[in-house]
Each structure stands twice: as structure tokens, then as C-alpha cells.
């Protein structure tokens, strides 16, 4: 560990020798899909409008050094690519991107898991607007997908890989940044919205702003209701597959879902700003009771999130000083042969200091010092009253050099848990800048720390499980902000998996570490062109999985061989703005033991958008137009074709 430190030590001084004389800012753009910023100013109101990123915009990154040496593996989404697609939920925005698979059984609201270039749920870290909101009473602490929402997202930001480097033991599969937060302008604005659709629902909301010289005050309040369709659906291999859910008895499953928000910001003379924050998540959902079979059982969730930060921007450097809190609370009631009720009680919290310094021309010096602490207060029926803590110390080093074509970043961090040995990563990556050509390389370390759940849970528990390591390795490379490909690897060591105790069925499962590597190996492809001065635009993106194993050479379920998004954009006037988009998922497996298809379909969505005035907006969207009957999850069902149509107002 020692030696490993010190080389990294020596390895961030060395860069600083390979700095260029003048300082340079990115010139490529995290993955969009417009090509220039010039045409951007031609069609501001065009589908494909590129990002204009300033430093620290991405909140993923932390940093404007990892922005800088991050394009190939980050994503943004801002208000106008979700307004073009008009995604009903989160998991619609996700699976168009590459890299990216949401496993959902059942509609809104039902249970859901997320991949991220072929590592599962508990790999990836969920922040909104800077909040942590991954739960401890969830399976690896993971993401509780069932009630996040739309709503109130104004931008949605990815970065593919490990990153525990920059975040800790959640992030070693990748980060996922929700922002909430409006672009605040002097005086006071608003925006509202509201639509209808299938299956009885509705969604409405409305954020608030007011800004008067160093004083910003927003809110925001967001719901979405409806009578939902069936989760359960018949198996695959039944008589009755295919078949609709209704058409055999199965009832519906509804869902509620709300949130609101408060941000109190002011910034003092001295250019300090203070900031106080509170976002509360709240939803209810019915859900069946396994794989094909209908039931009636209830979830109710409630999340809080609440912090306070100090930040000041410097010249050639910004410093911030946070503490953040996340409470979740569920209850979960089950009728028939299983009745009963059940509640999750969990808690996270999370407080440090980063900054960042230019200190010399081409040379950016990035630390980070925070403490992280978890407490799971009962799971289902038992009280556990089990914490573990973490503290963390990252510091890394970007250097520009020959004439700023070439970036050099690398990073190490220090991790002491409560209950393991300390752990350190590391991150290095050399970006090449050629004319139009983006070329990178990049190594990096990541761990998983087995979660409070995972080691406690009186069903499934197993106290004698360890951190698991991982070492991921990635090339890839970008031409004039239009096509990106990259080449990744991940190794993992000590897998913790779900190890299925009285196959074939699997009512019961354990925990265990799966001894030895695990591997998976893919390539990921972005393309965005625009012809007409931005009146008609395509897109696209495929991910495939050369390899996706476990140490046993047993392919890992839920991730398909090859996913691909596609977007075509047509303005035939310049009030309406018209997306068709296309998804495809090849070869999937639904669980290892049983290995049932889920894969091998193709769905097709239509959006639109008429500007009707400079303040209103009429929108609508047709979610799988050719009705295709699919199941992502073996015995349940996916959304059917629906409409929804809506109105949004801004002043």
C-alpha cells in the first residue's frame, strides 16, 4: 500500500514537468447530440442544441480537470433534450443512452435495477443535486428506482466507469447526476406543466425563482399518478404468454409519486456563497407478488435530503465546504399467503471540503477530504441498529502539454472504513487533442465495500463477506464532437452475488463472494449528425458485450449482448419539432439458472413539440407505436402503446 502511494505520489509530481506555457480549456463537449456550438447559435430552438459547458457545470465530475479528461465516458442530458424526447420516466432517458440498461418488473413504480456497462445496480451512484441517494437498506445500497421521476429534473448527467476514485465505494461502476435546479435569472420566473395519458395518468408541476442581486430563493413541487397496468404477466413458457395481462385476470398496479424542493442561496460581499437545501421524495405503488403471479401488495416510500454548503470561486481555483443527509423510510404490506407488513429505516450521511487550484498555467491540483456514514435502523421486521463510517483523502493532478494538445491527469485516494482494511485507488489518463481527433487511454482501480444489508439482513446476510476490487481499463476515441467509440474492460475480484438457494424456483437467496475474476469486456458507440442548419438531425448509439461473465465462466443475467438508440429529429417548421426514436435489445438472459430469453426486440416512440407561443408549449409523446408485447423482466409485463399529451408554460 505504502509503495503504491508513494509512486502515485511521484507520478502527480512528474506532470507538473510536462505542462504547457498556456493554459487551455476543453474543446470537446461531453457526449450531445448536436456537433458545434456555432450551429447552436444558428438554431437555438433546433432539436439538437450543443452544451456550452463552464467549469464545475457537471456536478458528476467534481471537477473541471475530470470534465477535461472525462469526454469520452460522460453524457449530459439537459432541459431541451428532455423536453425534444419527452420521457415519462427516468429509466426511458437511461436506456437511450449508450452503455446504459434499466431493468424494470413492470411499469412506473415497480421494481428496478440499473447496468451500467455490464455492472449492476449496488456498482452505481445516484446524486441529486449533490445529495446521495443510494439507500442502506437496499439490497447492496443501491438505488430504490420505484419512485424517482421526472418531474423535477432540468438536467441528467453519466459518467461511465469506475469512479471511486472520485466518490468512494459507490461509484465503482459509474456516476448518475440528477440537477433539479433551474437556470435562476435577476427577478422572479416560473415554469409549470401538465399532462394526461394512458392508463389514467396524470403529471403536473411547477418551479419557482426569485433572484435579487445576491439572495436566490427556489421551489418546486412535482407529482405523477396513475392506474397503471399489470406488473405480473404470464411467463414465459406458459400457455399463456403473450397473452394481456387483463386478458387473464391479472389487475392493474397504480402508482403515486410527489416531490418538492427549497434552495436558499445568498452570496456575501466577499463572494462566499451560502447555500441551504431540502428535497423530499415521497411515493406509493402497488406491486404483485413474483414473477407471473398477481397480487396486491403496497409499497409507500418517503425520502429526505437536506444540506448546507459554503463555496467561493477564487481566481484560478474554487474551494466548497459541504454537509448533506439523506433519510429513507418504507413500509412494504403483503397480503394472502405471505401477509404482513414490513418497514426499511436507513440513513446516510455525507460531509468534506474538495477544492481545485490552477496554481500555474496548464497545471490544475484537485483535493478532496470527507467523511461518509451509513445506519440501517431495521430491515423488514427486525431492528439491526447497524452503522459502518468511512473517511477518504483524494488528490490529483492534471498537466497540458505540447502546445495543450495533450492532457495528463491522474489521481490517488485513501479509504479507512469502519470495517474492512483501508483500501486505495488510483486514476491515470492521457488525453490527445489532434486538430478535430480526441484520442484517450485510461487506467483505474475501483472497490466495493459490502453493504449494511448485505451483511446483516436476517434472510439473506452473510457478515463474512468482503470488499470487492475491481480494475477497469478503457481507449477510445472522438471526432469533432460526432462520433465517439470506446473500447472497456472491467475485472472484478470477489464479486458479492445472489447465490439462489433451493433452485429451480428461487424463493429463498443468499449472499456470498464469488472467489476469483470476473470479467466484462464491451464497446460503446455514440453518432450525431445534423444537415439543414439543425432542421433535421440523427442520432445514435449502440453498446456491445464481447464478454459478461462470472469467476464460473456463467453468463451474467439482465445484460443483452448488443443495445442500440436511435433519434431522428425533424423540424418541418420552426414552431414544431417532431422525434421519432427507435431501441433495440439483442440477446438477453433473464436469470443464470434458468436462462429464459427476455431479449431479441425492437420499439419504436414518437415525440412532439409546438411551440405556440414564446411562453406556452403544447407537448405529446407515443410511447412503443407498433404495440410489441415484450417482457425486460420474465413475468412482467412492459408498457404497451400509450399517448400522452400535455401543456407547459413558462413566466
Avoid at 447 to 465: C, E, I, R, V
Amino acid at each position: 500500500m505504502r509503495k503504491q502511494i508513494l509512486f502515485m505520489t511521484a507520478l502527480i509530481a512528474a506532470t507538473g514537468l510536462w505542462s504547457s506555457p498556456q493554459a487551455h480549456q476543453p474543446t470537446h463537449a461531453p457526449e450531445h447530440p448536436e456537433n458545434s456550438e456555432e450551429r447552436a447559435q444558428e438554431t437555438q430552438d433546433a432539436l439538437s442544441p450543443p452544451i456550452t459547458l463552464d467549469p464545475l457545470t457537471i456536478r458528476a465530475l467534481r471537477s473541471s480537470l475530470f470534465e477535461a479528461s472525462s469526454q469520452l465516458q460522460t453524457t449530459v442530458i439537459d432541459s431541451d433534450e428532455l423536453s425534444r424526447n419527452r420521457w415519462q420516466n427516468l429509466g426511458d432517458a437511461l436506456n437511450a443512452q449508450s452503455g446504459i440498461i434499466f431493468s424494470q418488473a413492470g411499469g412506473p413504480g415497480q421494481q428496478a435495477s440499473l447496468f451500467m456497462r455490464g455492472l449492476d445496480n449496488k456498482h452505481t451512484l445516484l446524486l441529486v443535486d449533490g445529495f446521495v441517494l443510494n439507500d442502506p437498506s437496499e439490497i447492496g445500497s443501491g438505488v430504490i428506482w420505484n419512485h424517482l421521476h421526472l418531474g423535477s429534473t432540468h438536467q441528467v448527467e453519466i459518467v461511465r466507469g469506475p469512479q471511486s476514485n472520485l466518490w468512494g465505494s459507490g461509484a465503482a461502476g459509474g456516476v448518475i447526476s440528477l440537477s433539479t435546479q433551474p437556470i435562476v435569472q435577476e427577478g422572479t420566473h416560473g415554469q409549470a406543466y401538465a399532462s394526461l395519458g394512458s392508463f389514467y395518468s396524470e403529471r403536473s408541476g411547477v418551479d419557482l425563482s426569485h433572484k435579487q442581486g445576491g439572495l436566490i430563493l427556489e421551489a418546486g413541487f412535482h407529482q405523477s399518478e396513475a392506474e397503471g397496468f399489470s406488473a405480473a404477466a404470464p411467463k414465459k413458457g406458459s400457455d399463456d404468454y403473450g397473452k394481456k395481462p387483463e386478458s387473464v385476470g391479472f389487475g392493474p398496479d397504480g402508482h403515486r409519486m410527489e416531490s418538492h424542493r427549497i434552495r436558499l442561496a445568498y452570496t456575501l460581499p466577499s463572494g462566499v456563497t451560502l447555500t441551504a437545501r431540502e428535497l423530499k421524495l415521497s411515493g406509493w405503488s402497488q406491486f404483485d407478488g413474483g414473477a407471473g403471479v398477481d397480487a396486491n401488495h403496497t409499497q409507500r416510500s418517503e425520502t429526505l435530503l437536506r444540506g448546507v454548503e459554503a463555496s467561493q470561486h477564487l481566481t484560478g481555483g474554487r474551494w466548497q465546504i459541504f454537509a448533506h443527509r439523506s433519510s429513507f423510510d418504507r413500509k412494504m404490506t403483503t397480503t394472502g399467503a405471505f401477509a404482513g407488513t414490513g418497514t426499511y429505516d436507513a440513513e446516510s450521511s455525507r460531509s468534506g471540503f474538495d477544492g481545485e487550484l490552477n496554481y500555474h498555467p496548464g497545471m490544475t491540483l484537485f483535493i478532496a477530504a470527507e467523511q461518509n456514514r451509513e445506519h440501517l435502523g431495521r430491515s423488514y421486521s427486525t431492528d439491526l441498529d447497524r452503522t459502518h463510517s468511512s473517511q477518504s483523502l483524494l488528490i490529483a493532478h492534471g498537466a497540458r502539454f505540447l502546445e495543450d494538445r495533450g492532457l495528463l491527469s491522474v489521481g490517488v485516494r485513501h479509504n479507512r472504513h469502519s470495517d474492512f482494511a483501508d483500501k486505495n485507488t488510483f486514476q491515470a489518463s492521457l488525453n490527445w487533442q489532434e486538430r478535430e481527433w480526441l484520442l484517450f487511454a485510461g487506467q483505474s482501480t475501483a472497490y466495493k465495500a459490502p453493504s449494511l444489508y448485505q451483511l446483516y439482513d436476517p434472510f439473506s446476510g452473510n457478515d463474512a463477506l468482503d470488499p470487492e476490487t475491481i480494475q477497469a481499463t478503457e481507449v477510445g476515441f472522438g471526432w469533432a464532437d460526432r462520433l465517439k467509440v470506446t473500447l472497456f474492460q472491467n475485472r472484478i475480484t470477489d464479486l458479492i452475488d445472489g447465490v439462489c438457494m433451493d433452485p429451480p424456483n428461487c424463493w429463498s437467496w443468499g449472499t456470498e463472494n464469488l472467489s476469483g475474476t470476473s470479467t466484462i469486456q464491451g464497446a460503446e458507440m455514440s453518432f450525431a449528425q445534423s444537415w439543414a442548419g439543425g432542421a433535421l438531425g440523427f442520432s445514435l448509439h449502440h453498446t456491445h458485450l464481447f464478454k459478461a461473465e462470472d469467476t464460473n465462466g456463467d453468463r451474467l443475467a439482465r445484460r443483452p449482448k448488443d443495445q442500440s438508440a436511435a433519434h431522428l429529429d425533424y423540424l418541418p417548421i420552426e414552431a414544431l419539432s417532431l422525434r421519432l426514436s427507435g431501441e433495440y435489445i439483442g440477446d438477453r438472459i433473464d436469470q443464470k439458472n434458468t436462462k429464459t430469453q427476455t431479449g431479441n426486440y425492437t420499439l419504436a416512440h414518437l415525440a412532439a413539440n409546438w411551440r405556440l407561443s414564446e411562453q406556452a408549449t403544447l407537448f405529446g409523446r407515443i410511447e412503443n407505436l407498433t404495440d410489441r408485447y415484450y417482457q425486460v423482466v420474465d413475468g412482467y409485463q412492459s408498457a404497451p402503446r400509450s399517448a400522452y399529451v400535455g401543456l407547459e408554460a413558462r413566466f
